[in-house]
């Protein structure tokens, strides 16, 4: 979600030091709170960015690597990254989340992404494109 480190506050980097966790058969029980929007990308979608409203904290029940059976409340950007690792598996990608204006505009920026047109800092497949094209 965070591809960038420059897009990260200090106070962000603080909150969200140290937040490596597995979630085995994980399953969101609640989000709750008032919206708040936070300016999203994805190493899977490079060179775009959008503001993106999730609720500010969640609850939810996992397994962690010894299959021990947890329920945990995540807040703020914590919560954020859950939610946005979680809509993946669930197939749904941040810009999924966008108004149609806004999908609009980044319209051609996705279509060259899908073809392969993009220039990552990362190594990209696109197992789907042959050779040549």
């Known amino acids: 979600m965070f591809a960038e480190d420059e897009v990260l506050t200090e106070e962000e980097r603080i909150e969200l030091k140290g937040f490596k966790q597995t979630f085995i058969n994980a399953e969101m029980i ?4 008032d919206e708040w929007v936070f300016n999203e990308g994805c190493l899977s979608i490079p060179d775009v960015r959008q503001d993106v409203y999730r609720q500010p904290k969640v609850t939810l029940e996992y ?11 995540l807040e703020g950007l914590a919560a954020r990254v859950f939610q946005h690792e979680f809509d ?13 204006l ?9 279509e060259n992404i899908s073809k392969g047109k993009i220039n990552a800092d990362y190594r990209m497949r696109f197992p789907n494109l042959k050779k040549g094209k």
Do not use: M, N
């Open 30 to 33: 609640e989000e709750s709170g």
């Open 63 to 73: 397994q962690d690597e010894d299959f021990k059976t947890h329920t945990e409340v």
């Open 88 to 100: 993946h598996i669930e197939g749904v990608l941040f810009t999924d989340k966008l108004s149609t």
């Open 102 to 110: 806004k999908k609009r505009l980044i319209k051609k920026k996705l």
